[in-house]
């Protein structure tokens, strides 16, 4: 009886109170109606996303792209044929991300433990990887897009190699928009990494024991090629609830959103919904408010 | 400009009207949207209290073997109340769990683990080797107490201890260190600083966001986590159908 009458309590509050709100704006002067709010996005502009602000737009939004596989097996398609959707839908998603004014995108695009696959798979994938960092290189350049590539790059085939390099020299100059692309990338292989990174220095004298802390260690992480090494928000598809290795010391605070639906499938509609969770939501990043 | 001035009232007027069409518009989508979110809380409550009470066969035998190391996040504010910290680590012996890493940012959990194990009938202090001394049909549960001086810190404590016994070894000039910094190399040291290096399969994170609140990050490679809003507002369903669905989840760790 009590919780019906709170439901219907809050359902009246919801209905009236809003409307109380006075509706009606002061009347502005000629200069202050032609002004937009910077604050919301103005309805009609380029397919609205209702509900967004800008000011609270993530700064760095991370994706680990789960599902291609499994689009593939439902759509009758070979697997190679899921790889390539789910990389189309990584350009589409990293346009619409600089469009609403995120301009770090990270994304997981080959973990450590992917080895593990099939020859003819991770073949598959490091072509894939090789085509579209070659094809998409004046695309990068004509967008003002830097794109980085982490990860533990002793293993990948050369010539793909040879790709990264290029397109990392082509694009370095860009500062606003920043693609990473995480390749053989292994979160524990980034600690390990620092580490290592770290007794190096020391050995060279520029760096002392007591000096490692928190902060000179996350400047040895292999996101250190961004400003915003730490994601404001992390995006996995297909339904799985687990970040599989991927940015675990740089995922601290950052809000995870875990989508059922698979890779391909992830568009403007799914980014959207991810955005306006984000957006509800209050972080306090371990401290008291 | 005699035409000027109406016609500027004219188009203020109708600028006015359409910001009041759209923000009516505006409230009534917030509105739906949010008796949405009501209508699936209540949906939600209702399928919670009809686990709790048994209704749905599903519930009535988890495959609680399958999970080995629980872990709860608990968000600072919730962490204050350690009455509903014991009220769920008590239902979790019930389910079954036997092993449960506390978690808490500011190591409020910590400094209540006399009263925590006081309390909760059964448990006791995870010991370091994790070797937990009982049957797995007694009612027992061994608790960790961790706060983010187990993260991040622990981590710069572990890479310092690595850094000191590469220094002390004197390595050849060529030595890159591969041999001397691996990740056992690396979980060993952080046994040596206190951490005690159980990975969790199963996160249940209790708070208003969707994030880890800074759980140890070393320990969450595979680890499922799962959003269980505020611990305030927790429920006996809602934890035994995370539990379930835990039990059905297959990963294929990359592969």
Redesign the interface.
Known sequence: MLYLLCFLLSLLSLLLLPCLRPCFHAKKSLKDEKEIDERTYVVGEEEPPTGLRRDLMPRHVAVIMDGNRRWAKQAGLLTSQGHEAGAKRLIELLELCFKLGINTVSAFAFSTENWGRHKIEVNCLMSLMQHYLESKTQYFQREETRVSVIGNLTKIPESLLHKIHKIEKATKCYKKKHLILAIDYSGRFDIMHACKSIVKKSEQGLIREEDVDEKLFERELLTKCTEFPSPDLLIRTSGEQRISNFFLWQLAYTELFFSPVLWPDFDKKKLLEALVSYQRRERRFGCRL | MDLYDPM?HVS?WI??VG??G???L??F???VV??WY?VFG?FEAIESYAISLGFDERYNSIDIKKLRCLAVAV???DARDVANVIELLQWLTTIGVKQVGLYD??GLLKKSKDLVLATVPGSFLLEENGKNDFSPDEKRIAIEFIS?SD???A??KA??I???R??KSSPPEND??ENF???SH?SEALRVVGDNGHVPDLLLVYG???????FP??R????????MGSLKYMRYGSLLKAIHKFTG?R?N???
């Not at chain 2, 969450?220 to 959003?227: M, S």
């Open positions: 500027m203020s600028r006015q910001n009041l759209l923000d009516l505006w409230r989508i917030h509105i949010s008796l009501i209540i968000d600072i504010a940012s500011q983010s993260n991040k810190e981590v710069m890479a310092n690595l850094l000191q590469y220094l890159k260190g910094f691996t990740e690396l208003p966001i969707r994030s880890h609140l800074g990050a070393w969450l490679r595979y680890t499922e986590i799962v959003h989840v990963q760790y990359g592969t």
